[in-house]
Protein backbone atom coordinates (compact mmCIF):
# COMPACT_ATOMS: atom_id res chain seq x y z
CA UNK A 1 0.00 0.00 0.00
CA UNK A 2 1.85 3.15 -1.29
CA UNK A 3 1.38 6.04 1.07
CA UNK A 4 -0.30 8.95 -0.21
CA UNK A 5 1.52 12.36 -0.17
CA UNK A 6 -0.37 14.20 2.30
CA UNK A 7 -1.97 17.44 1.03
CA UNK A 8 -1.67 21.11 3.48
CA UNK A 9 -4.40 21.36 5.06
CA UNK A 10 -6.79 24.63 4.12
CA UNK A 11 -6.39 27.37 6.64
CA UNK A 12 -9.20 28.48 8.39
CA UNK A 13 -10.60 31.75 7.17
CA UNK A 14 -9.89 33.53 9.99
CA UNK A 15 -9.48 37.79 10.70
CA UNK A 16 -6.54 38.47 11.87
CA UNK A 17 -5.91 42.19 13.51
CA UNK A 18 -2.88 42.99 13.69
CA UNK A 19 -1.57 44.36 17.42
CA UNK A 20 -1.00 47.69 18.36
CA UNK A 21 2.78 48.25 18.86
CA UNK A 22 3.12 48.12 22.56
CA UNK A 23 4.43 51.74 22.45
CA UNK A 24 1.39 52.52 21.18
CA UNK A 25 -0.61 50.96 24.27
CA UNK A 26 -1.62 53.04 27.28
CA UNK A 27 0.06 51.69 30.72
CA UNK A 28 -2.18 49.46 33.22
CA UNK A 29 -1.08 51.61 35.91
CA UNK A 30 -3.06 54.48 33.84
CA UNK A 31 -5.61 52.68 32.62
CA UNK A 32 -6.41 51.30 36.40
CA UNK A 33 -6.16 55.21 37.32
CA UNK A 34 -8.70 56.08 34.73
CA UNK A 35 -11.02 52.87 35.78
CA UNK A 36 -10.79 53.44 39.74
CA UNK A 37 -13.38 56.47 40.30
CA UNK A 38 -16.51 54.69 37.76
CA UNK A 39 -15.72 51.24 39.33
CA UNK A 40 -16.02 52.88 43.02
CA UNK A 41 -19.20 54.64 41.85
CA UNK A 42 -20.63 52.17 40.27
CA UNK A 43 -20.17 48.71 41.98
CA UNK A 44 -22.18 49.85 45.40
CA UNK A 45 -24.88 51.37 43.07
CA UNK A 46 -25.23 47.93 41.34
CA UNK A 47 -25.21 45.77 44.46
CA UNK A 48 -27.41 48.10 46.16
CA UNK A 49 -30.26 47.52 43.79
CA UNK A 50 -29.54 43.58 43.41
CA UNK A 51 -30.10 43.33 47.04
CA UNK A 52 -33.10 45.76 46.79
CA UNK A 53 -34.55 43.86 44.39
CA UNK A 54 -37.15 41.92 44.44
CA UNK A 55 -36.95 38.07 44.56
CA UNK A 56 -38.52 37.81 40.57
CA UNK A 57 -36.92 40.22 39.41
CA UNK A 58 -33.24 39.74 41.34
CA UNK A 59 -31.61 37.87 38.63
CA UNK A 60 -32.11 40.08 35.71
CA UNK A 61 -30.94 43.06 37.91
CA UNK A 62 -27.82 41.49 38.46
CA UNK A 63 -27.78 40.30 34.83
CA UNK A 64 -28.35 44.37 33.80
CA UNK A 65 -25.92 45.75 36.68
CA UNK A 66 -22.95 43.19 35.38
CA UNK A 67 -23.44 44.42 31.89
CA UNK A 68 -23.86 47.89 32.40
CA UNK A 69 -20.73 48.09 34.81
CA UNK A 70 -18.80 46.06 32.08
CA UNK A 71 -19.94 48.59 29.29
CA UNK A 72 -18.78 51.56 31.83
CA UNK A 73 -15.54 49.49 32.21
CA UNK A 74 -14.68 49.31 27.99
CA UNK A 75 -16.46 53.01 27.70
CA UNK A 76 -13.90 54.39 30.27
CA UNK A 77 -10.92 51.70 29.22
CA UNK A 78 -11.42 53.39 25.51
CA UNK A 79 -11.69 56.89 26.56
CA UNK A 80 -8.64 56.33 28.56
CA UNK A 81 -6.66 54.83 25.89
CA UNK A 82 -7.16 57.71 23.27
CA UNK A 83 -6.55 59.95 25.68
CA UNK A 84 -3.11 58.99 26.16
CA UNK A 85 -2.60 58.72 22.67
CA UNK A 86 -3.82 61.94 22.18
CA UNK A 87 -1.11 63.91 24.54
CA UNK A 88 1.43 61.25 23.33
CA UNK A 89 1.18 62.38 20.19
CA UNK A 90 0.77 65.88 21.21
CA UNK A 91 3.96 65.47 22.89
CA UNK A 92 5.87 64.05 19.47
CA UNK A 93 4.15 66.90 17.57
CA UNK A 94 5.77 69.41 20.09
CA UNK A 95 9.14 67.72 19.68
CA UNK A 96 9.51 67.30 16.05
CA UNK A 97 7.94 71.18 16.13
CA UNK A 98 10.93 72.53 18.18
CA UNK A 99 13.59 70.43 15.87
CA UNK A 100 12.10 71.93 12.93
CA UNK A 101 12.71 75.46 14.61
CA UNK A 102 16.48 74.63 15.68
CA UNK A 103 16.71 73.20 11.85
CA UNK A 104 15.68 76.63 10.65
CA UNK A 105 17.09 78.73 13.17
CA UNK A 106 20.43 77.08 13.71
CA UNK A 107 21.59 74.70 11.70
CA UNK A 108 20.28 76.04 8.55
CA UNK A 109 21.81 79.17 8.79
CA UNK A 110 25.21 78.05 10.26
CA UNK A 111 25.56 76.11 7.28
CA UNK A 112 24.92 78.53 4.92
CA UNK A 113 27.27 81.07 7.00
CA UNK A 114 29.86 78.72 6.49
CA UNK A 115 29.17 78.37 3.06
CA UNK A 116 29.56 82.09 2.25
CA UNK A 117 32.50 81.98 4.53
CA UNK A 118 34.33 80.35 1.45
CA UNK A 119 34.20 76.27 2.84
CA UNK A 120 32.81 73.55 0.63
CA UNK A 121 30.07 72.14 0.65
CA UNK A 122 31.07 68.77 1.46
CA UNK A 123 33.18 70.07 4.24
CA UNK A 124 30.12 72.10 5.43
CA UNK A 125 27.63 69.17 5.59
CA UNK A 126 29.89 66.89 7.60
CA UNK A 127 31.09 69.22 10.08
CA UNK A 128 26.91 69.40 11.27
CA UNK A 129 26.97 67.14 14.52
CA UNK A 130 23.62 67.51 15.14
CA UNK A 131 20.88 64.50 14.97
CA UNK A 132 18.81 65.51 11.42
CA UNK A 133 16.20 63.19 10.04
CA UNK A 134 16.31 61.99 6.26
CA UNK A 135 14.04 65.09 5.03
CA UNK A 136 15.96 67.51 6.83
CA UNK A 137 19.46 66.22 5.88
CA UNK A 138 18.31 66.12 2.45
CA UNK A 139 16.79 69.56 2.52
CA UNK A 140 19.96 70.46 4.17
CA UNK A 141 21.57 69.21 1.12
CA UNK A 142 19.78 70.87 -1.57
CA UNK A 143 20.02 74.30 0.17
CA UNK A 144 23.54 73.75 0.25
CA UNK A 145 24.37 73.07 -3.23
CA UNK A 146 22.18 75.80 -4.00
CA UNK A 147 24.11 78.24 -1.80
CA UNK A 148 27.12 76.83 -2.59
CA UNK A 149 26.55 77.24 -6.14
CA UNK A 150 25.30 81.21 -6.27
CA UNK A 151 28.38 81.64 -3.67
CA UNK A 152 30.71 80.64 -6.81
CA UNK A 153 28.59 82.47 -9.43
CA UNK A 154 29.37 85.43 -7.20
CA UNK A 155 32.60 85.48 -6.84
CA UNK A 156 33.71 84.88 -10.26
CA UNK A 157 31.20 87.76 -10.93
CA UNK A 158 33.35 90.17 -8.57
CA UNK A 159 36.32 88.43 -9.66
CA UNK A 160 35.02 89.54 -13.29
CA UNK A 161 34.66 93.08 -12.08
CA UNK A 162 37.68 93.58 -10.18
CA UNK A 163 39.38 92.66 -12.93
CA UNK A 164 37.95 94.82 -15.37
CA UNK A 165 38.41 97.97 -12.99
CA UNK A 166 41.74 97.26 -12.83
CA UNK A 167 41.87 97.35 -16.25
CA UNK A 168 39.85 100.53 -16.63
CA UNK A 169 42.30 102.14 -13.82
CA UNK A 170 45.19 101.33 -15.88
CA UNK A 171 43.97 102.76 -19.09
CA UNK A 172 42.40 105.99 -17.85
CA UNK A 173 46.07 106.67 -15.77
CA UNK A 174 47.96 105.80 -18.78
CA UNK A 175 46.01 108.33 -20.79
CA UNK A 176 45.64 110.74 -18.16
CA UNK A 177 49.60 110.72 -18.71
CA UNK A 178 49.54 110.86 -22.18
CA UNK A 179 47.29 114.00 -21.78
CA UNK A 180 49.33 115.85 -19.70
CA UNK A 181 52.37 115.24 -22.09
CA UNK A 182 50.21 116.58 -24.58
CA UNK A 183 49.35 119.36 -22.47
CA UNK A 184 53.10 120.35 -21.69
CA UNK A 185 53.76 120.12 -25.55
CA UNK A 186 51.21 122.25 -26.86
CA UNK A 187 50.83 126.11 -26.22
CA UNK A 188 47.91 126.63 -28.51
CA UNK A 189 45.45 127.62 -26.48
CA UNK A 190 42.42 126.04 -28.56
CA UNK A 191 44.68 122.97 -28.34
CA UNK A 192 44.96 123.33 -24.99
CA UNK A 193 41.45 123.64 -24.22
CA UNK A 194 40.41 120.42 -26.32
CA UNK A 195 43.34 118.72 -23.80
CA UNK A 196 42.17 120.14 -20.54
CA UNK A 197 38.02 118.94 -21.18
CA UNK A 198 39.51 115.36 -22.61
CA UNK A 199 41.49 115.30 -19.29
CA UNK A 200 38.62 116.14 -17.24
CA UNK A 201 36.05 113.55 -19.26
CA UNK A 202 38.86 110.76 -18.86
CA UNK A 203 39.33 111.58 -15.28
CA UNK A 204 35.54 111.07 -15.03
CA UNK A 205 36.23 107.38 -16.19
CA UNK A 206 38.92 106.86 -13.72
CA UNK A 207 37.21 107.80 -10.85
CA UNK A 208 34.07 105.74 -11.90
CA UNK A 209 36.93 102.86 -11.98
CA UNK A 210 38.32 103.37 -8.74
CA UNK A 211 34.80 102.86 -7.46
CA UNK A 212 34.08 99.92 -9.15
CA UNK A 213 37.31 98.66 -7.60
CA UNK A 214 36.34 99.43 -4.03
CA UNK A 215 33.16 98.10 -4.36
CA UNK A 216 34.31 95.02 -6.07
CA UNK A 217 37.56 94.44 -3.22
CA UNK A 218 40.23 95.10 -5.71
CA UNK A 219 42.88 97.43 -4.83
CA UNK A 220 42.91 101.18 -4.91
CA UNK A 221 44.82 103.08 -8.24
CA UNK A 222 47.16 105.26 -5.75
CA UNK A 223 49.33 104.31 -3.14
CA UNK A 224 50.72 107.03 -1.62
CA UNK A 225 54.68 106.70 -0.46
CA UNK A 226 54.54 109.82 2.40
CA UNK A 227 52.06 111.23 4.41
CA UNK A 228 50.04 114.04 2.92
CA UNK A 229 48.86 116.88 4.60
CA UNK A 230 45.17 117.33 5.33
CA UNK A 231 45.12 120.34 3.37
CA UNK A 232 46.16 118.46 0.54
CA UNK A 233 44.00 115.96 1.18
CA UNK A 234 40.97 118.30 0.74
CA UNK A 235 41.98 120.27 -1.85
CA UNK A 236 42.41 116.64 -3.54
CA UNK A 237 39.39 115.80 -2.86
CA UNK A 238 37.90 119.37 -4.23
CA UNK A 239 39.80 118.63 -7.34
CA UNK A 240 37.65 115.54 -7.68
CA UNK A 241 34.25 116.71 -8.16
CA UNK A 242 32.75 119.34 -10.73
CA UNK A 243 31.62 122.09 -8.32
CA UNK A 244 34.52 122.42 -6.55
CA UNK A 245 34.08 126.38 -7.11
CA UNK A 246 31.86 125.96 -4.66
CA UNK A 247 33.52 124.42 -1.88
CA UNK A 248 34.80 126.88 1.48
CA UNK A 249 37.52 125.76 3.16
CA UNK A 250 37.85 125.97 7.07
CA UNK A 251 40.78 124.32 7.97
CA UNK A 252 44.12 125.36 10.08
CA UNK A 253 44.84 121.69 10.84
CA UNK A 254 48.49 120.71 10.31
CA UNK A 255 48.25 117.11 10.63
CA UNK A 256 48.68 114.63 8.11
CA UNK A 257 47.08 111.59 6.63
CA UNK A 258 49.32 108.48 6.71
CA UNK A 259 49.83 107.60 3.25
CA UNK A 260 48.54 104.14 2.91
CA UNK A 261 45.15 105.76 4.20
CA UNK A 262 44.99 108.67 2.39
CA UNK A 263 43.93 108.27 -0.72
CA UNK A 264 41.01 106.32 0.67
CA UNK A 265 40.29 109.40 3.07
CA UNK A 266 40.68 111.39 -0.40
CA UNK A 267 38.21 109.60 -1.70
CA UNK A 268 35.56 109.91 0.53
CA UNK A 269 35.57 113.17 1.09
CA UNK A 270 35.15 113.63 -2.67
CA UNK A 271 32.26 111.32 -2.65
CA UNK A 272 30.78 113.31 0.60
CA UNK A 273 31.18 117.01 -1.19
CA UNK A 274 30.02 115.55 -4.45
CA UNK A 275 26.86 114.70 -2.37
CA UNK A 276 26.81 117.72 -0.58
CA UNK A 277 27.72 120.61 -4.45
CA UNK A 278 24.61 117.78 -6.21
CA UNK A 279 21.73 118.45 -3.53
CA UNK A 280 22.67 122.22 -3.15
CA UNK A 281 21.29 124.83 -5.68
CA UNK A 282 23.83 125.61 -8.29
CA UNK A 283 25.15 129.07 -6.62
CA UNK A 284 24.46 127.72 -2.79
CA UNK A 285 28.12 127.03 -1.13
CA UNK A 286 29.22 124.10 0.57
CA UNK A 287 31.32 124.27 3.75
CA UNK A 288 34.37 122.22 5.26
CA UNK A 289 35.04 122.29 8.43
CA UNK A 290 38.01 120.46 10.36
CA UNK A 291 38.39 120.19 13.64
CA UNK A 292 41.13 118.27 15.68
CA UNK A 293 39.85 116.39 18.72
CA UNK A 294 41.23 113.32 20.68
CA UNK A 295 40.24 110.95 19.25
CA UNK A 296 41.40 112.10 15.76
CA UNK A 297 40.50 114.64 13.29
CA UNK A 298 36.34 115.09 12.50
CA UNK A 299 35.88 116.46 8.91
CA UNK A 300 32.14 117.99 8.72
CA UNK A 301 30.63 119.09 5.43
CA UNK A 302 27.34 121.03 5.39
CA UNK A 303 25.28 122.42 2.72
CA UNK A 304 22.38 124.31 2.03
CA UNK A 305 20.36 122.29 0.09
CA UNK A 306 17.68 119.60 0.13
CA UNK A 307 17.11 118.62 4.15
CA UNK A 308 16.98 114.73 4.80
CA UNK A 309 14.10 113.49 6.34
CA UNK A 310 14.31 110.37 9.04
CA UNK A 311 14.15 107.66 7.06
CA UNK A 312 16.75 109.33 4.08
CA UNK A 313 19.08 109.94 7.19
CA UNK A 314 18.50 106.21 8.07
CA UNK A 315 19.00 104.91 4.49
CA UNK A 316 22.14 107.01 4.27
CA UNK A 317 23.13 106.01 7.77
CA UNK A 318 23.20 102.34 7.18
CA UNK A 319 24.41 102.52 3.54
CA UNK A 320 27.89 103.98 5.13
CA UNK A 321 27.55 101.56 8.52
CA UNK A 322 29.67 98.66 8.54
CA UNK A 323 28.09 95.48 7.39
CA UNK A 324 27.86 93.08 5.02
CA UNK A 325 29.62 93.72 1.32
CA UNK A 326 26.25 92.63 0.13
CA UNK A 327 25.20 94.76 -3.09
CA UNK A 328 22.19 93.07 -4.45
CA UNK A 329 20.14 96.03 -3.08
CA UNK A 330 22.56 98.83 -5.01
CA UNK A 331 21.09 100.70 -7.71
CA UNK A 332 23.28 102.16 -10.52
CA UNK A 333 22.22 105.72 -9.62
CA UNK A 334 23.46 105.16 -5.91
CA UNK A 335 27.24 104.21 -5.31
CA UNK A 336 28.44 106.99 -4.01
CA UNK A 337 27.41 106.30 0.11
CA UNK A 338 27.98 102.17 -0.88
CA UNK A 339 31.92 103.49 -1.59
CA UNK A 340 32.01 105.58 1.13
CA UNK A 341 30.96 102.62 3.72
CA UNK A 342 33.35 100.76 2.37
CA UNK A 343 36.43 102.84 2.58
CA UNK A 344 35.48 103.76 5.94
CA UNK A 345 35.13 99.95 6.78
CA UNK A 346 38.71 99.79 5.12
CA UNK A 347 40.37 102.44 7.22
CA UNK A 348 38.47 102.32 10.30
CA UNK A 349 36.91 105.64 9.59
CA UNK A 350 33.31 107.06 10.86
CA UNK A 351 30.65 108.35 9.04
CA UNK A 352 27.43 110.21 10.03
CA UNK A 353 24.70 112.28 9.00
CA UNK A 354 22.82 115.22 11.09
CA UNK A 355 20.76 118.43 9.98
CA UNK A 356 23.04 121.50 8.82
CA UNK A 357 22.74 124.66 10.63
CA UNK A 358 22.79 126.13 7.11
CA UNK A 359 19.01 124.57 6.54
CA UNK A 360 20.33 121.46 4.68
CA UNK A 361 22.25 118.32 5.97
CA UNK A 362 25.57 117.76 7.50
CA UNK A 363 27.96 114.46 6.79
CA UNK A 364 30.91 114.34 9.49
CA UNK A 365 33.74 112.33 8.84
CA UNK A 366 35.80 111.01 11.85
CA UNK A 367 39.44 109.83 11.38
CA UNK A 368 40.84 108.04 13.79
CA UNK A 369 44.21 109.36 15.48
CA UNK A 370 46.01 106.03 14.24
CA UNK A 371 45.62 107.44 10.20
CA UNK A 372 47.55 110.58 11.53
CA UNK A 373 50.48 111.74 12.10
CA UNK A 374 53.01 115.26 12.13
CA UNK A 375 54.99 115.95 8.68
CA UNK A 376 58.52 116.39 9.62
CA UNK A 377 60.26 119.53 8.77
CA UNK A 378 61.30 120.05 5.46
CA UNK A 379 59.32 117.17 4.12
CA UNK A 380 56.94 118.18 0.82
CA UNK A 381 53.77 115.73 1.82
CA UNK A 382 51.81 116.81 -0.72
CA UNK A 383 49.25 114.60 -3.28
CA UNK A 384 52.03 116.33 -6.23
CA UNK A 385 53.95 113.60 -4.80
CA UNK A 386 54.27 110.22 -7.39
CA UNK A 387 51.75 107.98 -6.19
CA UNK A 388 53.15 104.42 -7.02
CA UNK A 389 50.69 102.62 -8.80
CA UNK A 390 49.61 98.64 -8.42
CA UNK A 391 51.21 96.36 -10.81
CA UNK A 392 48.43 96.29 -13.35
CA UNK A 393 48.63 99.86 -13.69
CA UNK A 394 51.23 101.18 -16.51
CA UNK A 395 53.44 103.89 -14.34
CA UNK A 396 52.65 107.58 -15.54
CA UNK A 397 55.20 109.22 -17.89
CA UNK A 398 56.85 112.15 -16.49
CA UNK A 399 55.62 115.21 -17.32
CA UNK A 400 57.88 117.80 -19.86
CA UNK A 401 56.79 121.11 -20.82
CA UNK A 402 56.78 122.66 -24.10
CA UNK A 403 60.22 123.13 -26.02
CA UNK A 404 62.09 126.06 -25.73
CA UNK A 405 61.92 128.48 -28.75
CA UNK A 406 65.34 128.65 -30.55
CA UNK A 407 67.12 131.54 -29.97
CA UNK A 408 66.08 134.00 -32.62
CA UNK A 409 68.85 135.19 -35.28
CA UNK A 410 69.45 138.37 -37.30
CA UNK A 411 70.33 137.88 -40.82
CA UNK A 412 73.79 139.24 -40.38
CA UNK A 413 74.18 136.76 -36.96
CA UNK A 414 76.49 134.03 -37.61
CA UNK A 415 78.81 131.43 -35.80
CA UNK A 416 81.01 132.92 -33.18
CA UNK A 417 84.72 133.60 -33.41
CA UNK A 418 86.46 130.74 -31.74
CA UNK A 419 88.89 131.91 -28.97
CA UNK A 420 92.21 130.96 -29.82
CA UNK A 421 94.96 130.01 -27.74
CA UNK A 422 98.86 130.82 -27.36
CA UNK A 423 99.69 128.83 -30.23
CA UNK A 424 97.09 130.31 -32.32
CA UNK A 425 95.05 127.34 -32.94
CA UNK A 426 91.71 127.17 -31.49
CA UNK A 427 90.96 126.63 -27.95
CA UNK A 428 88.60 124.00 -26.85
CA UNK A 429 86.78 123.68 -23.64
CA UNK A 430 86.03 120.91 -21.48
CA UNK A 431 82.22 119.59 -22.32
CA UNK A 432 81.84 121.69 -25.51
CA UNK A 433 82.11 118.73 -28.04
CA UNK A 434 78.58 117.11 -26.44
CA UNK A 435 77.12 119.93 -25.75
CA UNK A 436 77.62 120.81 -29.51
CA UNK A 437 76.86 117.33 -30.34
CA UNK A 438 73.16 118.12 -27.98
CA UNK A 439 72.51 120.57 -30.04
CA UNK A 440 73.04 119.26 -33.65
CA UNK A 441 72.51 115.76 -33.44
CA UNK A 442 69.29 113.92 -34.21
CA UNK A 443 67.72 114.57 -30.97
CA UNK A 444 67.79 118.60 -31.45
CA UNK A 445 64.04 118.34 -31.26
CA UNK A 446 63.79 116.65 -27.74
CA UNK A 447 61.83 119.24 -25.13
CA UNK A 448 63.50 120.31 -22.38
CA UNK A 449 63.57 118.31 -19.03
CA UNK A 450 60.82 118.52 -16.80
CA UNK A 451 61.70 121.61 -13.96
CA UNK A 452 62.63 120.67 -10.32
CA UNK A 453 59.80 120.60 -7.79
CA UNK A 454 61.52 123.47 -6.17
CA UNK A 455 61.27 125.67 -9.48
CA UNK A 456 58.41 128.23 -10.53
CA UNK A 457 56.18 124.76 -11.64
CA UNK A 458 54.82 124.80 -15.41
CA UNK A 459 55.97 128.66 -16.08
CA UNK A 460 55.30 131.70 -14.51
CA UNK A 461 52.29 132.72 -13.13
CA UNK A 462 50.74 134.54 -15.40
CA UNK A 463 50.90 130.90 -17.52
CA UNK A 464 49.55 128.92 -14.93
CA UNK A 465 46.65 131.15 -14.29
CA UNK A 466 46.06 131.08 -17.93
CA UNK A 467 46.50 127.16 -18.01
CA UNK A 468 44.20 126.95 -15.43
CA UNK A 469 41.56 129.60 -17.15
CA UNK A 470 41.35 127.50 -19.88
CA UNK A 471 40.81 124.16 -17.87
CA UNK A 472 37.83 125.84 -16.22
CA UNK A 473 36.50 127.29 -19.55
CA UNK A 474 36.86 123.47 -20.88
CA UNK A 475 35.46 122.41 -17.97
CA UNK A 476 32.14 124.60 -17.76
CA UNK A 477 32.08 126.30 -20.71
CA UNK A 478 32.78 129.52 -19.42
CA UNK A 479 35.79 131.28 -17.50
CA UNK A 480 33.90 131.73 -14.27
CA UNK A 481 35.20 134.80 -12.09
CA UNK A 482 37.91 134.23 -10.15
CA UNK A 483 37.49 133.12 -6.52
CA UNK A 484 38.19 135.04 -3.71
CA UNK A 485 41.97 134.70 -1.98
CA UNK A 486 40.46 132.96 1.08
CA UNK A 487 38.69 130.26 -0.87
CA UNK A 488 41.55 129.90 -3.66
CA UNK A 489 40.69 127.29 -6.23
CA UNK A 490 42.29 123.42 -6.15
CA UNK A 491 44.60 124.49 -8.47
CA UNK A 492 46.35 127.44 -6.77
CA UNK A 493 46.33 125.83 -3.65
CA UNK A 494 49.93 124.23 -2.87
CA UNK A 495 50.77 120.85 -4.39
CA UNK A 496 47.32 121.18 -6.15
CA UNK A 497 48.49 122.04 -9.53
CA UNK A 498 48.41 119.08 -12.14
CA UNK A 499 47.29 115.71 -9.57
CA UNK A 500 44.65 116.99 -8.22
CA UNK A 501 42.63 118.36 -11.58
CA UNK A 502 43.88 115.31 -12.67
CA UNK A 503 41.87 113.53 -10.73
CA UNK A 504 38.44 112.16 -10.99
CA UNK A 505 35.30 114.06 -10.91
CA UNK A 506 32.12 112.85 -10.12
CA UNK A 507 29.89 110.97 -12.30
CA UNK A 508 26.39 112.39 -13.34
CA UNK A 509 24.53 109.97 -11.55
CA UNK A 510 24.94 110.81 -7.75
CA UNK A 511 22.70 109.47 -4.75
CA UNK A 512 20.09 110.83 -4.10
CA UNK A 513 18.54 112.00 -1.25
Excluded at 202 to 221: C, E, F
Aim: charged share 20%; glycine share 10%; net charge positive.
Amino acid sequence: MTAQTALPRPRTGRLRIPARPREQRAPLAYLARALAVPLVVTVPVAVWLVVAAPGSLRVPAVTGAAAGILALVVAVAVAAQERWRARRLAGQLDTLRAEAERFADEVLPAAVRRITGGETVDRVLTAVREPLTGPQRRMLTLIADRVGSSESRRAAAMAVGANAAGRMQALATGMLADLRQMEHRHSDPAVLHDLLHLDHRTAQAGRLADSIAVLTGARSGRRWAKPIRMESILRGAMGRIAGYQRVRLHSTSEVAVVGHAAEGVMHALAELMDNAANFSPPTAEVHVYVEEVPAGSVITVEDSGLVMGEVALRRAQSAVAAGSGDLTGLSGTRLGLTVVGRLARKHGLTISFRPSARGGTGAVMMIPQELLTVPRPGTDAGPEAEPLLPPEAPAAAPSVPAPAAPPETGPEAGPTAPELGESGLPKRRRGQTLSAAGHDGPHHDRPAARPSSGSAGHGTAAERAARFSTFRSAVHGTTPAAPAPDHESPASAPGADRDEHNATAPSPESDAR
